[in-house]
Every structure is written in C-alpha cells, then in structure tokens.
Nanobody, 115 residues
Framework: QVQLVESGGGSVQPGGSLRLSCAASGNFWIIDAMGWYRQAPGKQRDLVAT???????HYADSVKGRFTISRDNAKNTMYLQMNSLKPEDTGVYYC?????????WGQGTQVTVSS
C-alpha cells in the first residue's frame, strides 16, 4: 500500500510560481513511475508530467519549458516546480504513483492562477 499526500497548492497571479510536493508513505521499496495530473472544472483529468524511478521525465506539451518534475527517492517525495503560470494551469493537481502494477492517487491540491 502507498499513501500519497500533496501540498504546496494555492493562488498566484499569472507569471508567478508554485512548487508542489507529493510525499509517499506506506509499505514499499522503491516506487516505480510517479506523475502529476490536473483536472480543471468540468474537464477530464490530464497528464502534466511523469518521472520514472530512473529519473527519466515526460511532459505534456502545454507545460514544457515551464514546469519541472523531480523526485527524491531517499525522502519518497516528488516535486513539481511550476514557473510562468498561466490561467489555464488552474485546476486540482493530483499525484499518482505506480507500484507493483497498481496505481495510487493523492487527494489533490488546488492551484488557481488569476489576476
């Protein structure tokens, strides 16, 4: 079992920055892939970025060059540095972890980008 807790969301003006964290706890060795997803009001949950246990990363085209995903395996924590935020980045951001072919989700953290 893997429990995930996100933090770091909030409200920011366009062009601002936020850093999200996802802390994992439970009975596991090394989590496989981890990722961030977001869901805007009335829309489906979309991929933002993923990172493998090796450190290889993948980004949605809409966030390339602005967001950076990273993880600290020793701390069982994943991060999402978000820069140059836009209003369309608004939504609930969810952390996802894959471990032994099972997917685990956090409860989500709200990010609002508005002037």
């Amino acid at each position: 079992q893997v429990q995930l807790v996100e933090s770091g969301g909030g409200s920011v003006q366009p062009g601002g920055s936020l850093r999200l964290s996802c802390a994992a706890s439970g009975n596991f060795w090394i989590i496989d892939a981890m990722g961030w997803y977001r869901q805007a009001p009335g829309k489906q949950r979309d991929l933002v970025a993923t990172i493998a246990s090796s450190g290889s990363t993948h980004y949605a085209d809409s966030v390339k060059g602005r967001f950076t995903i990273s993880r600290d395996n020793a701390k069982n924590t994943m991060y999402l540095q978000m820069n140059s935020l836009k209003p369309e980045d608004t939504g609930v951001y969810y952390c996802k972890a894959q471990y032994r072919l099972k997917n685990y989700w956090g409860q989500g953290t709200q990010v609002t980008v508005s002037s």
